[in-house]
């Protein structure tokens, strides 16, 4: 079940940070997309560290995954640029995440 919450604050995350990018836009409904995506998020991130899993590992998945997703959908939605650098930068940070993460296993 933390893994499901860890999903759910990954993904209110990764919106929230969409919808600040929408929000120069001058619309007001994205700020309150934006307010609303990020306490959406920590509830979530705070449920999946109430269920046991370690904050080292939540913080870095979480983290990650919002990098690499909020990369992709910007590239996506917005054309901005994600270079070959960048994802290479990606991946290294998925890498250390998977580092951290297989360090806390011993």
């Known amino acids: 079940m933390a893994y499901l919450f860890l999903l759910g604050a990954i993904i209110a ?5 969409l919808s600040l990018r929408m929000a120069v836009t001058g ?11 990020y306490l959406l998020a920590f509830a979530f991130l705070t449920l999946a ?8 590992v939540a913080y870095g998945i979480w983290a990650a995954s919002g990098v690499a997703l909020t990369a992709v959908a ?4 917005f054309k901005e640029p994600l270079t ?3 994802m290479g930068g990606i991946a290294l940070i998925i890498a250390g ?3 951290v993460e297989l360090g806390a296993l011993h």
Not at 27 to 37: E, I, L, Q
Not at 74 to 77: F, N, Q, T
């Open 97 to 99: 995440v998977l580092l």
């Open 49 to 56: 560290l109430n269920e046991g899993l370690g904050l080292g």
């Open 84 to 86: 070959a650098l960048m």
């Open 27 to 37: 619309v007001r409904a994205y700020y309150a997309a934006v307010a609303g995506g």
């Open 74 to 77: 910007s590239k996506a939605l």
């Open 13 to 17: 995350e990764v919106s929230a940070t």
